[in-house]
């Protein structure tokens, strides 16, 4: 059974900072490639961050300079350090692992951010 469980949201100021973490189980967590999308209220689903299975990266325009997304085989985890938050940084943050060859994806249950003074 494939499990991607996200933690590490929560409430914060405007200018602070959180980690998102997934751990992933029931996959060969080393052959796929891993990201994080955001889903605010009212909004579709965005991709926020995403790194592939050679640790190449990517950042949506939003984040660019204030996320940092990486991974560990070993422990089959997928971070998302978040710096300088903002109120639009709002949204349910989901973890999302992609296997393209064989056009497999996986989704987690999404955990909450909110920044707000």
């Known amino acids: 059974q494939v499990q991607l469980v996200e933690s590490g949201g929560g409430l914060v100021q405007p200018g602070g900072s959180l980690r998102l973490s997934c751990a992933a189980s029931?996959?060969?967590?080393?052959?796929?490639?891993m990201s994080w999308y955001r889903q605010a209220p009212g909004s579709q689903r965005e991709l926020a961050a995403s790194?592939?299975?050679?640790?190449?990266?990517i950042y949506a325009d939003a984040v660019k300079g204030r996320f940092t997304i990486s991974r560990d085989n070993a422990k089959s985890m997928v971070y998302l350090q978040m710096n300088n938050l903002k109120p639009e940084d709002t949204a349910v943050y989901y973890c999302?692992?992609?296997?393209?060859?064989?056009?497999?994806?996986?989704w987690g249950q999404g955990t909450q951010v909110s920044v707000s003074s």
């Open positions: 999302q692992a992609r296997r393209r060859t064989f056009g497999i994806t996986f």
């Open positions: 029931g996959i060969t967590f080393g052959v796929y490639d």
């Open positions: 790194i592939t299975t050679s640790d190449s990266t």
